[in-house]
Nanobody
Framework: VQLQASGGGLVQAGGSLRLSCAAS????????MGWYRQAPGKQREVVAA???????YYADSVKGRFTISRDNAKNTLYLQMNSLKSEDTGVYYC???????????????WGQGTLVTVSS
């Protein structure tokens, strides 16, 4: 599966952005999907994930502010980010694989990153 992330940009603290990840190739609906973030000088971390059945996971740092969703008809993954903080700044990557691999940080498929910059 090939993944293409988009939607990053510059936003003020408190603002919102929606990231999209378009998938092509093998059956999108069969994969668990996730969004990762790599902040400057830090390791890449999973911020949200969604299973093929729609079960979701959120990192504590984004709970209540971010919403992950998927549209299997459009082969697209989304991340709605609200109440953005400066610490949300980073490169965001989408990923796909089995649920355990997406949560475990070892998904087999990655999209290119999209930069999110939150100004305070």
């Amino acid at each position: 599966v090939q993944l293409q992330a988009s939607g990053g940009g510059l936003v003020q603290a408190g603002g919102s952005l929606r990231l999209s990840c378009a998938a092509s190739g093998r059956s999108f609906s069969n994969y668990a999907m996730g969004w990762y973030r790599q902040a400057p000088g830090k390791q890449r971390e999973v911020v949200a994930a969604i299973s093929s059945g729609g079960y979701t996971y959120y990192a504590d740092s984004v709970k209540g502010r971010f919403t992950i969703s998927r549209d299997n008809a459009k082969n697209t993954l989304y991340l709605q980010m609200n109440s953005l903080k400066s610490e949300d700044t980073g490169v965001y990557y989408c990923a796909a694989d089995l649920w355990s691999r997406v949560l475990g940080g070892t998904p087999g498929y990655w999209g290119q990153g999209t930069l999110v910059t939150v100004s305070s």
